[in-house]
């Protein structure tokens, strides 16, 4: 599976849209980029996925560029409770086993 | 509907001793997966059940760690002895369906700590 690379840490403020770039530099034909978010004392949350282009749920958004060698999770607005791990996973949409990397810890600020 | 819930939420040991977690899954949800962060590093894979036979075993650390999932339902993870390394959160997730790929919903984990 590939390798993911994220910013270890970013901070906020309540109402900003935040934007955290994820880089897969080799994933796959078959991969698919999915995100989970993880709040403290709690289990990883699945947010969104995407194989390319743009895909926007009611959490968040997430841009693919062509040729997929990176990402970009978007939220709109954050609030205090999106303080959070974000995690960036690449895996073929037929694979079971999920690999976390070291996630992005986000902090808002009020 | 109730999510992946895992008993206990915390549990300290003595080095030597056994601790059993157990991960109930969503029902009907057929595979099972756990996982663990030890202190300070990542999320790792364990294992991976579908009903209950064990899919992928490859993430477990070594023969002092025993997964079941007795009848597909409910799974349980021993270690016997546990070693000062086991200690971390160990998620439990689970997923509909088996042809994978499917969104794991994870349960709120159990925090191990051997001393």
């Known amino acids: 599976l590939a390798k993911t690379t994220q910013p270890i840490s970013m901070d906020s403020y309540e109402g900003q849209e935040v934007n955290i770039t994820c880089s897969h530099n080799?994933?796959?034909?078959?991969?698919?980029i999915t995100w989970y978010q993880q709040f403290p004392s709690q289990g990883p949350r699945f947010i969104i996925q995407?194989?390319?282009t743009k895909v926007t749920n009611e959490v968040a958004s997430l841009f693919i560029p062509a040729d997929r060698k990176s990402s970009t999770l978007s939220l709109p607005r954050v609030s205090l409770s999106d303080t959070a791990v974000y995690y960036c996973?690449?895996?073929?949409?037929?694979?079971?086993?999920?690999?976390f990397g070291t996630g992005t810890r986000l902090q808002v600020f009020p | 509907e109730a999510g992946v819930t895992q008993f206990p939420s915390h549990s300290v040991i003595e080095k030597g001793q056994t601790v059993t977690l157990r991960c109930d899954p969503i029902?009907?949800?057929?595979?099972l997966y756990w996982y663990r962060r030890v202190m300070g590093k990542e999320i790792k894979f364990l294992l991976h059940?579908?009903?209950?036979?064990?899919?992928?075993e490859s993430g477990m650390p070594n023969n002092r760690f025993l997964a079941e999932r007795t009848g597909g339902t409910y799974s349980t993870l021993k270690v016997q002895p546990a070693e000062l390394e086991d200690s971390g959160v160990y998620f439990c997730?689970?997923?509909?369906?088996?042809?994978?790929?499917?969104?794991?919903?994870f349960g709120p984990g159990t925090r191990l700590l051997v001393l």
């Open positions: 059940f579908v009903k209950e036979s064990k899919q992928d």
């Open positions: 995407g194989y390319k």
């Open positions: 996973l690449v895996g073929a949409d037929n694979t079971d086993k999920l690999i």
């Open positions: 029902s009907g949800h057929d595979n």
């Open positions: 997730a689970s997923s509909q369906g088996v042809d994978g790929g499917e969104t794991q919903y």
């Open positions: 080799n994933i796959a034909t078959n991969d698919y």
